[in-house]
């Protein structure tokens, strides 16, 4: 909240217009980065809105404070990998269903 503060938001209003980034596939945020953490990045919109990032669910890699950005989200950050899991093979069962002869 500082950063906003810093950049201008009323001190009074800031927490009515910081909100977390909504972190679905194909969503897109255009506006001026104001500052990074290794978890967070801050962001204000054109619209004076300050969007908060998880930094693990962004799609997009570079992050610079200060320059206009657009911040990505896709699935492929932030999901469960289980195409992994669909390769391997159920192990067979050694009891059996079928009655023996």
């Known amino acids: 909240m500082d950063l906003a503060v810093e950049h201008g938001a009323d001190p009074e209003n800031v927490q009515h217009l910081l909100r977390p980034a909504v972190a679905e596939n194909g969503v897109d945020y255009i506006g001026l980065v ?12 054109g619209k004076g809105e300050y969007l908060l990032h998880d930094r693990q669910l ?18 492929t950050k932030g999901k469960i990998d289980r195409s992994a899991l669909l390769n391997v093979a159920a192990p067979e069962d050694k009891t059996g269903s079928r009655p023996k002869l």
């Not at 104001?34 to 919109?45: A, E, I, R």
């Not at 997009?60 to 896709?74: F, M, N, S």
């Open 58 to 75: 962004l799609a997009t890699d570079v992050i610079k404070a200060g320059a206009w950005q657009c911040l990505q989200y896709r699935y």
């Open 34 to 45: 104001l500052g990074k953490t290794d978890c967070h990045v801050l962001q204000v919109n």
